[in-house]
C-alpha cells in the first residue's frame, strides 16, 4: 500500500508557472513508477505525464514542452512543474502510482490515487 498527497494547486493568472508536488508515504517510494492525470468538470480524467522507477519520463503529446516530471527519491515526493499555463489547464490534478516497472498512459493501470488538487487558470 502507498499513500499519496497532492499539493501545490492554486488560482493563477494565464501565461504563470505552478509546480505541484505529491508525497509518498507507505511503501519505498523507489519502487513505484508515478504519473499525473487530470480531470476538468464534464470530462474524463486525462493522461499528462508519468516518471518510470528508473526515471524515463513520457508525456501528453500537447502538453510536451509546457510541462516538467521530476521525482526525489530521498523526498519520497514526485513533482509536476507546469509553465505558460493556459485556461484549458484547468482541472483538479491527481497523482497515481504503481509498482510494475512499466508505464501507462492509461488510469486504469494504476493501483494507487491521491485525492486531487485543483488548478484553475484565470484569463
Known amino acids: 500500500q502507498v499513500q499519496l498527497v497532492e499539493s501545490g494547486g492554486e488560482l493563477v493568472q494565464v501565461g504563470g508557472s505552478l509546480t505541484l508536488s505529491c508525497a509518498a508515504s507507505g511503501r519505498t517510494f523507489r519502487d513505484y513508477g508515478m504519473a499525473w492525470f487530470r480531470q476538468a468538470p464534464g470530462k474524463e480524467r486525462e493522461f499528462v505525464s508519468v516518471i518510470s522507477r528508473s526515471g524515463v519520463r513520457y508525456y501528453a503529446d500537447s502538453l510536451r514542452g509546457r510541462f516538467t516530471i521530476s521525482r526525489d527519491n530521498a523526498k519520497n515526493t514526485v513533482y509536476l512543474q507546469m509553465n505558460s499555463l493556459k485556461p484549458e489547464d484547468t482541472a483538479v490534478y491527481y497523482c497515481?502510482?504503481?509498482?510494475?516497472?512499466?508505464?501507462?498512459?492509461?488510469?486504469?493501470?494504476?493501483?494507487?490515487w491521491g485525492q486531487g488538487t485543483q488548478v484553475t487558470v484565470s484569463s
Open positions: 497515481a502510482a504503481d509498482s510494475s516497472s512499466a508505464t501507462s498512459r492509461s488510469p486504469h493501470f494504476y493501483n494507487y
